[in-house]
């Protein structure tokens, strides 16, 4: 079936977006050569019954896409909605309006299930009467399954024993969601190319449709969007994947940070927010450079059942290094500080422990305490990487960007490779109003990831922001900055 393949791709893209490239082609191959064989026709006949059925072109669907998910993925962006979005919508909503939230792309329901949940935590039994969530896919059999909410130990990696016992009921093969929840969510079935929606899936507020994009090319990523916006009412908020949002800045909505995060914003930002210092930017403001995300402030909205004493942790034996980075790489911070307290007490000179302990107390602002970890570092090797890197995160964090500029500094002198520490002066001088100074930072990060990845010199700390997306955010300052009078003047 190898030689008819590229007119299967064309209808799939045409019908639904989906794209099958590299090694994809092969997933696609066997999925025809299954229905084919299973309806025993030639991959001829096969073609046109695919494009005059639409229960057979479903379930092509079905077996094609990919429904990678699990509970509170991606929970900074949930703490987002949840601290930021929903109380602002709550302030400026007309009359007593539910808010409509939209988890388009929800496949088997972790998402939007994990949006009721993180609400009910806060508003309780309220919760039923502000918001009117919705999830919709492209594949009935991920439909049902979120439908029927019954759901085995690989959807709970971001979930609590608490918060399992307090959502969920225990059955012999898994876990059944209560009703409670069950109820606050309402599925559908959705093609985003479709030329007409369900009439339920309309005038939201929120929308989030995360990890979906990568699969279509940037002319779908646009219709899509356009979709989408549809869909929502004026001043609605579009939630996209962190690893995703910049390439999908398509011109279609405008892009703005907010709380260390992206989002689009349909209309612009000039609804009013809870606070005036939270404000969005419209698309004349310069859009500022998010933190690594391993080192960035915002915390886990579930809470991971943490062991009661440290005296607990010792009866156990302790997890190696690998162990604990991944730990703190996946932002299980309450998990992983109480081991790290473990490691400490029984080798108290361990750097890594030191460096890692003083990365979560970062992330949950303890900065004091942080600041010293990172100094004792200091004193043993006064050019750790590391250990400027964070006291220069702290610094900034507080608002003291002078300590901060300097902690830098330190880094670069030590390590001129040491792109992260490069890419957060230049944030620091163009929000400072240096232009030549942030320029010459942002080209400095571009040169230094043109060719490979440098040695940054970091040895201990979880780095996962692709190179590609700071490339693009620093290309994409650099063309927002003034232009360099000075040079233009030696041309």
Not at 95 to 103: F, P
Not at 135 to 140: K, P, R, V
Not at 294 to 310: D, F, K, T, Y
């Amino acid at each position: 079936m190898t030689h008819h393949l590229i007119r299967f791709k064309q209808l799939i893209k045409a019908r639904c977006g989906l794209m099958f490239e590299g090694n994809s082609e092969a997933n696609l191959q066997q999925v025809l050569n299954e229905r084919a064989r299973i309806l025993a026709l030639e991959p001829a006949s096969y073609y046109e019954r695919l494009k005059s059925s639409v229960a057979e072109f479903q379930e092509l669907v079905n077996r094609l896409t990919i429904n990678e998910t699990y509970f509170f993925r991606e929970s900074e962006q949930i703490r987002l909605l949840v601290d930021h979005l929903v109380p602002r919508f709550l302030a400026r909503r007309e009359g007593r309006a539910a808010l409509r939230i939209l988890s388009a792309g929800c496949s088997s329901g972790e998402e939007p299930y994990s949006l009721a949940m993180a609400l009910m935590d806060k508003y309780g039994e309220r919760s039923a009467g502000l918001f009117d969530i919705h999830g919709a896919d492209i594949d009935s059999a991920a439909l049902a399954k979120a439908r029927n909410a019954r759901y085995t130990r690989f959807s709970f990696r971001g979930v609590s024993d608490e918060a399992q016992s307090r959502y969920f009921d225990k059955e012999d093969w898994g876990h059944v969601l209560k009703v409670s929840v069950r109820k606050q969510v309402s599925f559908h079935s959705l093609n985003l190319l479709a030329e007409s929606l369900p009439p339920q899936l309309n005038d939201f507020d929120i929308v989030f449709f995360r990890n979906v994009s990568i699969y279509f090319d940037a002319p779908t990523r646009q219709r899509v969007q356009h979709k989408l916006a549809s869909m929502m009412k004026d001043q609605g908020v579009l939630v996209m994947g962190a690893a995703e949002t910049l390439a999908n800045d398509l011109g279609v909505l405008p892009l703005v940070e907010d709380a260390g995060q992206f989002y689009f914003v349909k209309g612009g930002s000039s609804w009013p927010a809870q606070n005036p210092q939270t404000m969005m930017p419209d698309r004349a403001t310069p859009v500022t450079t998010p933190p690594l995300p391993q080192l960035h402030m915002a915390l886990e909205r579930v809470p991971v059942q943490r062991p009661s004493a440290i005296a607990d942790v010792l009866q156990v034996p302790l997890p190696d290094f690998e162990t604990l980075y991944g730990l703190v790489r996946d932002k299980q911070f309450d998990q992983a500080l109480p081991l790290l307290d473990a490691v400490l007490i029984q080798a108290g000179s361990s750097t890594w422990a030191r460096l890692l302990k003083a990365n979560v107390l970062i992330n949950r602002k303890e900065f004091s305490a942080a600041e010293n970890l990172a100094q004792e570092v200091l004193a043993a090797d006064a050019w750790s990487i590391d250990a400027l890197l964070l006291l220069g995160l702290a610094a900034k964090w507080q608002q003291q960007p002078e300590v901060a500029v300097r902690w830098f500094k330190q880094a670069t002198y030590s390590r001129h490779e040491c792109w992260p520490a490069q890419y957060y002066l230049a944030d620091l001088y163009r929000r400072g109003g240096e232009s030549d100074l942030a320029r010459r930072a942002y080209r400095v990060v571009i040169q230094l990831l043109s060719d490979k990845e440098p040695d940054t010199g970091i040895q201990y700390l979880p780095l996962d922001l692709p190179i590609g997306q700071v490339r693009f955010l620093c290309e994409h300052q650099l063309a927002k900055l003034p232009v360099d009078k000075a040079l233009e003047s030696q041309r």
